[in-house]
C-alpha cells in the first residue's frame, strides 16, 4: 500500500515513544518508574470535577461552536487581564482539543511551504515536527547551559532573514525549565521591531508552574501584540491533561484562520470540558498554587539526586517540571555488553537496566542532555535515582 509522502516528513514524538516502551516492559511485569512523561500526577480539583458533572446533568452534551462557547472564551480573557494584565475579547480567542492541535492551528494558519521558522533549542518535540507537517523550514538555534538555554537578542538577529515567517518558543521552556524575564523579553522584542514581517508564537502552557516569580508574556508589548500568538490551555497548570482543552489569543485574523483550519479536523472541542474549564480559569487558583509547592519539593529533590551523579550537569530549572541535565560525559563508556555512543543509547540503557523512562535529548535539539520529569511522587522519585545511580556506575 501507498501511504501519503506526508508521513515522511516527521517523526513519531519520542517522548510518547518512551511511554509506550515502558508501558511494554511495564506489560512483562517489570517495575518502570516513568520520568519520561510531562503529566502532573495529580487528580483534577475537585471543583472543576463539580462543574463538569453539573454540565453533564444540564444536559451541556451537543456539538459546540468551533471557536468554543462564548461563555468560555469571555472566562480566558478574564483570565488573560487577571493573570496577565492583556486586553483580548473573544473573537481574539479560539478553544481547541489541547493546547497541541492549538499550535497546529497556528502553524498551518501562518507558515507557507519554504518559509523559515526560527526555534530556540531546547524546545518541546512536537515544535519542530509541526512545522515539517506545515511545509516550513525549521531553524533551530542553539542556547546552552552555559546561557540558561535562552537565546539572546544577538542570536535572534542573526537568525532571521528575508525567509523568516515565524518565531516559536516556550517560557517557562519544556524541557529546560527556563523562564524569560520581562528585561530578557524587552530585549527580543527590540529585535522584533525592526523585522515587521516575523510573526511570534509564545507557548505558555507551564505558565502556573513558576518557581521564580511572576509569569511574564512577550504580549505585553502593545506594539507587537497584533503579530503574537499566546499558546495556553488547562493541562499542566489545572492536572487536566486527559480533558483536552487549549486555547490562542492573537489577532481577529489569525484566530478567524485558526477557527476556519480547526472547522475542518475537530470542529468544537469537548462540551463538558469547556464548562468545566470557565470553573477553572475563573475561580480559586488554590489546587493549582498548592500543587507549585509540592513540585517545589520534587525540584529540589531531584536537583539534589542528579547533581550527586559523578560528570553530570544539572541547571536549576525556573518553572515546568523537568529537569535537562548534560550528560554527555558517559559517552563512549561500556559495561562490557553495551557502549553509550549517544543520549539515545543512555535512555535506552537506563530503560532497560534501571527501569527507569526518560527521553533523549536529541527529540528537544539538545544530544548532550537527557530530560527527566519530577511529575512523579517523591518516593518514585528517589527511587528511580537510586536505579539510575547504580546503573550508571556499571559503566567505564
Known sequence: MQLSSLLQRFNEPETLKMAKLGRELRAQGIDVIDLSLGEPDFDTPQHIKDAAIKAINDNWSHYTPVAGFLDLREAICTKLKRDNN?????????????????????????????????IPTPF????????????????????????????????????????????MFSSPCNPSGTVYSKEELAGLAEVFRKHPQVIILSDEIYEYINFVGKHESIAQFDDLK??????????????????????????????????????????????????????????????????VEEFKKRKAKIIELASSIPGWEVPNPDGAFYIFPRVSSYYGKSDGTTTIT??????????NTAHVSSVMGDAFGEPECVRFSFANALPKIEEAFARIKTALAKLK
Open 124 to 167: 518541546w518535540v512536537t515544535y519542530s515536527e509541526l512545522v515539517k507537517i506545515a511545509g516550513g523550514v525549521v531553524k533551530q538555534v542553539h542556547t546552552s547551559v552555559e546561557s540558561g538555554f535562552k537565546i539572546t537578542p544577538e542570536q535572534l538577529e542573526a537568525a532571521i532573514t528575508p525567509k523568516t515567517k515565524l518565531f
Open 86 to 118: 492583556l486586553d483580548y475579547k473573544p473573537e481574539n480567542i479560539v478553544a481547541s482539543t489541547g493546547a497541541k492541535q492549538s499550535l497546529a492551528n497556528a502553524l498551518l494558519a501562518v507558515v507557507d511551504a519554504g518559509e523559515e521558522v526560527i
Open 342 to 351: 549517544n543520549a539515545n543509547d543512555l535512555c535506552m540503557y537506563l530503560l
Open 226 to 291: 497584533e503579530r503574537i500568538i499566546i499558546v495556553n490551555g488547562l493541562s499542566k497548570g489545572f492536572a487536566m491533561t486527559g480533558w483536552r482543552l487549549g486555547y490562542i489569543a492573537a489577532s481577529v485574523e489569525i484566530a478567524k484562520a485558526c477557527e476556519k483550519i480547526q472547522g475542518q479536523f475537530t470542529s468544537g472541542t469537548c462540551s463538558i470540558t469547556q464548562k468545566a474549564a470557565v470553573v477553572a480559569l475563573t475561580t480559586d487558583l488554590k489546587p493549582s498554587l498548592e500543587m
